[in-house]
C-alpha cells in the first residue's frame, strides 16, 4: 500500500476509486465500504484509494474555537489506521492535512481541485452523511451532479447495522469509554488494539518488580483509558499474556502524556532484559479491569500492580477454560 500526504507527488496513481472519511477505528462499517471500493477499482481497472485526514478535522474546529471538549476521543493512531487500511487490501492513502486552507475551501474547489485534478477520480464512494466543503455546505446530491457532469461515478453507501443497532465511530468510542471490550470487538471485527514501537521509559516498572513495555499515544485523548488484560503480539512466535495500563500516570507523572506501559506476565528469555526496545509490537486489549487511580506512595502502586497480574491471570484462565469447552461443545 502506498502511502502519500497531500496529492503533488509523481507516484500517485492518475485514476482511481475513491472513498473518503476520517476512518477512525476502521469498524465493522468501514470495512464494508473499504470492500465495495476494492471491489469497484478491481472491476473498473482502477487503484483503490482512500482520502483520509490529520488532525481529525474536529480536532481542528475544536481548537479554533477554543472548545477542546469538541475533539472526539481517538481510537487509533494515524499508524493503526494505515495498518488496518492496508489489511484491507486497499492500494492508496492519501493523508489530507486538515488546516484553515482546506476547511475554507468551497465544495465546488473541493471537487475540482481535490477530486478531479488532483486525484483523478473516477469513481467517489462516500458514506449516507457526507459533507464536504466550507460550511458543510457540499452534499450527496451535489456531488452526485458534479459527477456527472465532470465524468466521475458517485454512490452512497447506507448505514452498516449489526443487531439493529448502527455501527460508527461513535458507537465504538462509547464502548471503549464504557470499558465493554467485547462490545468494542463486534462493532469492530477484532480485539480492539494499539501498535507502536517500544520506547525507552524511566524504567520505575522494573525498579517496583514489574518490567513493561512502552509505546506512545500520540493524541491527548484515548477513546479508552484505564488497566486492561492485555495480549502482546511481534515479540514471540505466541502472543504473550499481559496487564496494562493506557493512560497518564498520575501517581509517577504529571506531564498528562498519554502512554500505554505493558507488564508481560511472563518474560520471553531469549529476548533478553532489553531485547524489546525498537520493535514494533501490537497490543490487543482484550478486558477492562478497572479505572486508571492515583495513589500515595510507589508501595500502593505495587500493591495495586500485583493484583492487576493477579486478577489478568484469573481471567485469562477462564477464558481459555471457556474456549477449550467451546472446542468440545462443537466437536
Known amino acids: ?6 496529492f503533488h507527488h509523481p507516484g500517485i496513481a492518475p485514476a482511481c476509486a475513491l472513498t473518503i472519511g476520517n476512518f477512525d477505528g476502521v469498524h465493522r462499517g468501514h470495512q464494508a465500504m473499504l470492500a465495495l471500493v476494492r471491489n469497484e477499482a478491481q472491476h473498473r481497472g482502477l487503484t483503490s484509494c482512500v482520502m483520509t485526514f490529520e488532525p481529525h478535522p474536529r480536532d481542528y474546529f475544536a481548537a479554533v474555537t477554543g472548545k477542546p471538549e469538541l475533539a472526539p476521543a481517538r481510537i487509533a493512531t494515524l499508524r493503526d489506521k494505515l495498518a488496518e487500511l492496508e489489511r484491507c487490501g486497499i492500494e492508496q492513502v492519501v493523508v489530507l492535512r486538515f488546516d484553515a486552507r482546506f476547511a475554507s475551501q468551497s465544495p465546488q474547489a473541493f471537487i475540482d481541485d481535490v477530486l478531479v485534478e488532483g486525484l483523478g477520480a473516477k469513481y467517489v464512494l462516500v458514506g449516507d452523511d457526507f459533507r464536504f466543503g466550507a460550511r458543510r455546505a457540499g452534499d450527496y446530491a451535489m456531488l452526485d451532479a458534479a459527477g456527472a457532469a465532470a465524468g466521475f461515478d458517485v454512490a452512497r453507501m447506507l448505514s452498516y447495522e449489526i443487531h439493529g443497532g ?3 465511530s461513535s458507537a465504538v468510542r462509547e464502548a471503549l469509554a464504557g470499558g465493554d471490550m467485547e462490545r468494542a470487538a ?3 471485527g477484532r480485539p480492539y488494539s494499539l501498535a507502536g514501537h517500544v520506547v525507552h521509559g524511566k524504567k520505575l516498572g522494573r525498579s517496583l518488580g514489574f518490567k513493561t513495555l512502552n509505546l506512545r499515544f500520540s493524541h491527548p485523548r484515548p477513546a479508552a483509558l484505564g488497566i486492561f488484560v492485555v495480549q502482546v503480539h511481534g515479540l514471540a512466535d505466541e502472543p504473550l499474556d499481559g496487564v496494562a495500563s493506557l493512560g497518564r500516570r498520575p501517581t509517577v507523572d504529571d506531564s498528562g502524556r498519554v502512554l500505554l506501559e505493558v507488564h508481560c506476565l511472563e518474560w520471553p528469555a531469549a529476548l533478553g532484559a532489553e531485547g524489546a526496545y525498537g520493535k514494533i509490537v501490537r497490543v490487543e486489549l482484550l478486558h477492562k479491569l478497572r479505572d486508571e487511580a492515583r495513589f500515595d506512595s510507589l508501595e500502593a502502586l505495587t500493591a495495586a500492580i500485583r493484583k492487576d497480574a493477579d ?8 477464558h481459555a477454560s471457556q474456549r477449550r469447552q467451546t472446542t468440545r461443545d462443537r466437536i
Not at 1 to 6: A, H, L, T
Open 1 to 6: 500500500m502506498r502511502v502519500f500526504r497531500g
Open 166 to 168: 448502527r455501527v460508527s
Open 186 to 188: 463486534v462493532l469492530l
Open 311 to 318: 486478577d489478568a491471570r484469573a481471567f485469562l484462565a477462564a
